[in-house]
């Protein structure tokens, strides 16, 4: 039997293999029938003649498959309660083994399986806007599914710590710094200085549409001679930098996120594979040469600013002149046609940027797969930007991938539309606190009602961030998130608050399997009594916990779900899944009273076994939430 898949996709995965057909569909050819432990499938849904293919190579000894002739259905029935069993041993074994994995977790062994991850990649001096909080939720999912996993993982945050905006920021401050501000909180304070001195740019173009921004032009004048070099003005620059970096490393902090490297764009720029790639692609022939020199055939425009297409990571993109190429005949693809490289002058725009660092990565830490968690609104880029890295180095190219996501609306917070990561978390917090306060009875028996209320209130951002499809738009509700029932984070975080509940009321340590379990899994006797004879008896015991292990055993299918597509949404909707089970199964296993009734061992051992259910499903349920970035709260 597979370790990775449900009873439904085991018979899935062997139809796939024995017809060698994997574009197989489970809804269009599976039927469960409703009062029998069997599947349906339709010879006609499998596009074959007769059956003997089938029955004649079927490898699934606990899955047995039969022949209707009369309709033409193949028939797959089988014994689910060794199959349930054999489930819940496997977590057992694994939770209590030094040497394996988590169950349903794939242990990869082979040492090149390694994986870089680019995410969050915030703006110094800007806000940290959704598509950095979004390109930081999804980023850490997929960093913790894939380490969960056996992967060499390396984090990287690529920050946008380089342009023009510097130049403005230090006119800013010479004008209006104020230092003991600047130590409270550099983030903040950077950020007033930027929007002052870009309002002062528009007041200028107010009062001449026609005449060139003084602020812009003196801006532009200091990046070139930070660009060159100038000590003093670097120094002020790495200042700003090292300052913005401390304070978010804080709020990563708090979120629970650290990352392995941290780059940026400063780094690329004035790296030497930058310039490196620019004459590379020009000795590949991509760029041309005329007897004039190689940048006759550039074409060369006036790169304007469009808000709806900026880069959803927030990288600045120049008001300047620059050079262009035309990729269409390399990838078949007019979109690609132009390819903003560098400035006229020979500067970097941050295509040029992107390579030299992907080539600087690549030399330093090789991997086996590049994943960059980026906004949908840059797909554009990313394609122009491995068809420029096929052109060069086609193996790498193919090492990369674009990760996107959809924009969110309705994040502001009290603070104003300008989101920063710690308001965010700030306001959710807030919100959980006083819905915390409003029970006065339940607020008395918390521990540490702020602490539990900051990791409520990341719970619910977290979730309603990862609960759809990643390429969607939705609208963030601070409401509908910070909700204590419905498909929330208090919610999951509720639900696990409550089995760690159980276990305290009859004095049992959550974090070990309870009294018992070896004899209760392991004995004929026992497992006869607690098991075979109870899921003959249909009663509401012997559905609960069935129910409870078959949600249980698709858990190693979900994750292979999320590493297929780099999705979290199929993780969410199980962990919602298991904690409504959970609930509704709550009642008619009980622990406490059975545990309570010491004199009678047949009751004592069932309260055990009951015990057993509930411990294994906060083995996945609380395995899945670190997944996905959430601290499990075993009291709330």
């Not at 007897?291 to 900026?310: C, T």
């Not at 759809?468 to 601070?478: E, I, L, Q, T």
Request: net charge negative.
């Amino acid at each position: 039997m597979s370790d990775s898949e449900s009873i439904d996709f085991q018979i899935l995965a062997e139809l796939r293999r024995i017809t060698q057909n994997d574009n197989l569909s489970l809804k269009k050819i599976l039927r469960k029938e409703r009062e029998s432990p069997r599947y349906r499938c339709n010879l006609g849904a499998l596009r074959l003649d007769g059956p003997e293919v089938i029955l004649g190579n079927w490898n699934i000894p606990a899955i047995i498959p039969t022949y209707l002739g009369a309709r033409r259905n193949l028939i797959f029935e089988y014994d689910e309660t060794p199959m349930l069993l054999e489930t819940l041993r496997k977590i057992v074994h694994h939770a209590t083994s030094l040497e394996l994995p988590t169950w349903g977790h794939k242990k990869v062994t082979d040492q090149s399986n390694s994986i870089m991850i680019e995410s969050s990649s915030p703006n110094i001096a800007k806000p940290f806007h959704m598509g950095h909080l979004r390109s930081t939720i999804l980023g850490q999912f997929l960093c913790n599914l894939y380490r969960a996993q056996g992967y060499q993982v390396r984090s990287v945050n690529y920050l946008g710590d380089w342009g023009k905006q510097y130049g403005l920021l230090a006119i800013a401050w010479s004008r209006w710094g104020d230092e003991e501000k600047l130590q409270a909180d550099p983030i903040h304070h950077l950020y007033d200085l930027y929007v002052r001195i870009n309002k002062e740019i528009t007041a200028e173009q107010d009062w001449d549409p026609q005449a060139p921004s003084k602020v812009n032009d003196a801006a532009k004048a200091y990046f070139s001679e930070m660009e060159r070099g100038d000590t003093e003005k670097l120094a002020l620059w790495r200042r700003f930098r090292d300052m913005s970096l401390t304070s978010l490393k804080k709020t990563y902090a708090r979120l629970g996120i650290s990352y392995d490297i941290y780059s940026g764009e400063a780094r690329a720029a004035r790296d030497p594979e930058s310039e490196e790639v620019v004459e590379a692609l020009h000795r590949a022939g991509v760029l041309g040469s005329t007897a004039s020199g190689p940048w006759n055939s550039f074409r060369v425009q006036e790169e304007k600013r469009d808000q709806e297409q900026q880069r959803d990571d927030g990288r600045d993109q120049d008001q300047s002149l620059s050079v262009q190429f035309d990729l269409s005949p390399y990838e078949g693809d007019q979109k690609l046609q132009a390819a903003p490289l560098c400035k006229s002058d020979g500067s970097s725009l941050y295509l040029t940027r992107d390579l030299g660092e992907i080539f600087w990565r690549d030399m330093n830490y090789r991997s086996d797969k590049y994943l960059y968690i980026v906004g949908e609104g840059q797909s554009l880029h990313f394609r122009q930007f491995f068809a420029t890295v096929r052109i060069l180095d086609p193996p790498l190219a193919d090492r990369c991938e674009h990760i996107g996501f959809g924009l969110v609306n309705g994040m502001a917070t009290r603070q104003g539309n300008a989101v920063f990561l710690n308001d965010v978390l700030d306001e959710a917090q807030s919100r959980i606190f006083k819905k915390m306060q409003s029970n006065p009875e339940k607020y008395e028996n918390v521990e540490d009602p702020e602490h539990t209320a900051d990791l409520l209130g990341q719970s619910a951002v977290i979730i309603q961030d990862l609960l759809g499809n990643r390429s969607r738009n939705y609208n963030f509700d601070w409401d509908r998130s910070c909700a204590s029932k419905g498909f929330t984070g208090p919610y999951l975080q509720y639900a696990h608050a409550r089995i760690c509940n159980i276990f305290k009321k009859v004095g049992l340590d959550i974090h070990v399997p309870p009294p018992q379990t070896e004899q209760i899994l392991g004995d004929p006797e026992t497992i006869k009594k607690m098991w075979i004879n109870d899921s003959q008896q249909s009663t509401s015991s012997s559905e609960s916990w069935r129910s409870l292990l078959r949600t249980l055993m698709s858990y190693p299918h979900v994750l292979d779900s999320c590493l297929k597509s780099n999705e979290a949404s199929p993780l969410v909707d199980f962990l919602m899944r298991l904690s409504k089970h959970i609930s509704e199964v709550y009642r008619d296993l009980p622990v406490k009273t059975y545990l309570e009734d010491t004199l009678e061992e047949n009751t004592l051992q069932m309260g055990y076994r009951n015990a057993l259910l509930f411990w294994a499903a906060r083995q996945l349920l609380a395995g899945g939430m670190e997944l996905l970035g959430l601290r499990p709260i075993e009291s709330m």
